[in-house]
């Protein structure tokens, strides 16, 4: 009875509790669906959350001091988006009318304010109208060539010299004229027709749109003459993208860029530039590190994939080292309300900007060696009249193979590139040519040295106190007996090695070739790098050194009488002046040639973090003893004491070797060619110089001197000191 009582009790207590609960969840509802049901409705169906990319800032490149060279700028830019020009709604008014419409407002507002926008049409741009060819770059006269023959009007071939584009037949058949020339009023008066502007337009009005819309319809030619999307315009201040926020400018969209941004003049062919990806081949390559890990099931998260458009680096050190500038963009989750407003944004993956990179160059000496350069490529130029003619200079570290300089002349500055661009491309002097790592030059007599260790190390020479009877006219082959350039009988008489290379004997040399034979010469010539990659992680061309192999690549004939001419630097042999300095380098260090190179380290963007640090790399190792490699330093130190040139170093501050060369170009003109090395007793750069029909070797003696002065000082010669400090602004 009693646990029939208590039991009646238990279930009373349950049936209590479910009760409260039940009001409690009835309450809830109530206040959810009646009270506040109206605001959850309007808040479940308004809000939405969107992800949105984020860009990241690429990383920094500084010098070995931390001197920053390339950083970063954010700019505002607007676009025009024909697409988003919406229909006027009057059946009068065309959608290629509406679009023109929207054009005119958006260049009156920038004419207004001083804007400069991209018009790329080669007429000018006031009456009266006439064709600007000769002041147009080439890529801007192909594109407009493409475009004439796109519309059917003309298939000239335009140049700057082209007065006129030639009708096409098709065109002068539906003008019913015989003229052949199309004039730049013709030109306007058909694209007034073809992009349908109102007729109440002004002539120049009229040509200020059709230039914008000629840029736009280069983007959808058949064969496209322009892969990158249409920028209005760039560098806009921030009064006129106020205005464009509050006005109704159709078709026009704010974006903001980032630019990069170069602190200095020089070195443009080692930092390269940036641009967008303009092609599927150029994106497939990029994105060969992603693809590859996707496949073998591995995290890409840390992998950027890149899309068309991307900016990318496209040369020099922003394209070679791209995977450490990229950086990682970040995912933002933005959520709004019904009315457009944020009410709450968080970061899903946090932004990461590319790392620092240092490079292994001295900005300060660069912008040196640059100007020496300048200045005797210019002082030949004056003299002679040869605009055609340039320079490069190659200064490498002998203690770790680092490129501590590499200047051509003429140059450019990445500052002013776009700018420049047009008057560039037209230059006699071809700047853009990065002659120190892809120029590839006869080295002339600075060979011999090589061709010395060759002798020595081969047994041919069985000491460095051997001597060769140099009697002038070399007579081995019947068929073919050269001179040394020494016109006389005996010529330089019994000398050793140190002695031919400071005579610079050219009899001497072609006995020593000829024994040691061309496939050990080539041996030799390989380990020290000359016709072999450097290692420098930009392009280069390698060059070449005269073989029989060599000739048949080339179409000529090998005969026995050319390893005598390899053996003095002239024939065949090709080497770039990055080569020559790593050369002499290699010569001075005691045989071991390290990879040239122009990293010096990886820093994480915040500098807490050392990503990668260069490990020196030694490529090759020459066969060479320390009393072989003392008499050719031997020579060389008394070419500059006592030789020909003693008088370009009287001034020179720090002792030296060297050795000149005279490189024959069969057209009666010559390269000046010059390597050296410095202090003498204790290597710590090597220099090669060529300055291209620059005479003889020793004409480019003052040039070097000038070098090795700005990069020793007079109060410590000898030791070089090279700060490693935190980024400088």
């Known amino acids: 009875m009693e646990e029939g009582k208590q039991l009646t009790r238990r279930s009373n207590v349950l049936i209590a509790l479910f009760l409260v609960c039940l009001l409690c969840f009835s309450g809830i509802l109530y206040n959810a669906q009646i009270v ?78 001083g804007v400069p ?39 000239t071939a335009i140049t700057a010299s082209t007065a006129f584009p030639l009708m096409s037949d098709s065109l002068r058949e539906s003008l019913g004229t015989g003229a052949r020339s199309l004039s730049a009023n013709q030109l306007l008066a058909l694209m007034r027709k073809s992009f349908d502007l109102p007729e109440d337009l002004t002539d120049r009005e009229a040509r200020l749109v059709a230039g914008v819309l000629y840029e736009l319809a280069l983007r959808n030619l058949k064969k496209s003459a322009v892969t990158e999307p249409y920028l209005f315009a760039r560098d806009v201040p921030v009064e006129v993208i106020s205005i464009l926020h509050d006005g109704q400018f159709a078709g ?10 170069y602190n200095t003049d020089y070195a443009a062919h080692i930092l390269g530039r940036v641009a967008a990806i303009d092609s599927k081949e150029e994106q497939s390559q990029l994105n060969e590190p992603y693809n590859a890990a996707r496949e073998a099931g591995e995290d890409t998260s840390g ?32 959520t709004t309300d019904r009315d457009g407003k944020i009410t709450s944004e968080i970061y899903s993956i946090e932004p990461e900007p590319g790392a620092t990179v240092v490079l292994t160059i001295d900005i300060d000496f660069q912008a040196e060696v640059e100007a020496i350069l300048a200045r005797s490529v210019e002082a030949m130029i004056e003299e002679d009249g040869i605009e ?63 061709t010395a260790i060759a002798g020595l190390g081969t047994g041919v020479l069985p000491s460095t106190t051997a001597t060769i009877k140099a009697m002038g006219q070399y007579t081995y082959w019947p068929d073919y007996q050269p001179w040394c350039w020494r016109h006389a009988i005996p010529c330089h008489g019994k000398i050793n090695v ?108 915040d ?39 003693k008088s370009y170093f009287t001034d020179c501050i720090v002792s030296a070797g ?34 291209e029909k620059g005479g003889s070797g020793a004409a480019v003696a003052s040039t070097a001197v000038d070098i090795l002065n700005a990069y020793f000082s007079p109060a410590d010669v000898g030791v070089v000191v090279v700060p490693e400090g935190q980024l400088l602004p």
């Open 658 to 691: 060297a050795k000149t060369g005279s490189a024959q170009l069969g057209d009666g003109n010559t390269n000046g060619v010059f390597v050296c090395f410095a202090p003498f007793d204790n290597p710590e750069i090597a220099v090669a110089v060529v300055i």
């Open 388 to 450: 055609s003619r340039g320079g490069a200079v190659a200064v490498v570290s002998v203690a770790d193979g680092g490129v501590l300089a590499l200047a051509n002349y003429p140059t450019y500055s990445q500052r002013t590139y776009l700018e420049d661009m047009a008057e560039l491309s037209e230059h006699p002097g071809r700047p853009f040519n990065n002659r120190a790592l892809s120029g590839t030059y006869p080295p002339g007599s600075t060979f011999k040295p090589c």
């Open 252 to 261: 026009a969209q704010v974006r903001i860029e980032s630019v990069r941004q």
């Open 117 to 155: 926008w991209t018009d790329g049409l080669p007429v000018s741009l006031r009456e009266p109208f006439a064709y600007t060819f000769s002041s147009a770059g080439s890529t801007q006269r192909v594109r407009f060539q493409r475009y004439l023959a796109d519309q059917g009007w003309s298939d």
């Open 498 to 605: 140190s002695q031919a290379i400071y005579h610079s004997c050219n009899y001497f040399f072609y006995e020593v070739g000829r024994l040691v034979g061309i496939d050990a010469l080539n041996e030799y010539a390989a380990a020290f790098g000359l016709g072999q990659p450097t290692g420098i992680e930009i392009g280069e061309r390698t060059g070449a050194m005269a073989s029989p192999e060599n000739s048949k690549n080339l179409g000529t004939i090998w005969v026995d009488g050319n390893v005598a001419q390899a053996a003095i630097g002239q024939g065949e042999s090709l080497f770039t002046p990055l080569q020559m300095a790593n050369y002499i380098a290699t010569l001075v260090r005691g045989g071991d040639r390290y990879a040239a190179h122009l990293l010096q380290r990886v820093i994480s963007y």
């Open 36 to 113: 506040n049901g109206s605001t959850y409705l309007a808040q479940s169906n308004t809000q939405v959350t969107t992800t949105k990319t984020v860009e990241t800032s690429r990383g920094v490149i500084t010098d070995r001091n931390g001197k920053i060279l390339v950083t970063n700028q954010e700019t505002y830019a607007i676009s025009f988006d024909p697409d988003e020009v919406p229909e006027s709604g009057e059946p009068s008014v065309s959608r290629k009318r509406s679009v023109a419409l929207a054009a005119l407002r958006l260049i009156r507002l920038c004419e207004d304010y």
């Open 303 to 334: 992998i950027h994939y890149y899309q068309l458009n991307d900016k990318v680096g496209k040369d020099g050190v922003e394209k070679s080292f791209e995977s450490y500038l990229r950086g990682l963009e970040g995912t933002r989750l933005i």
């Open 607 to 645: 500098g807490k973090e050392t990503i990668l640090e260069y490990e020196p790399e030694v490529l090759a190792t020459v066969n060479m003893t320390e009393e072989n490699m003392q008499a050719v330093k031997k020579g060389m130190g008394d070419l500059v004491t006592s030789g020909s040139i």
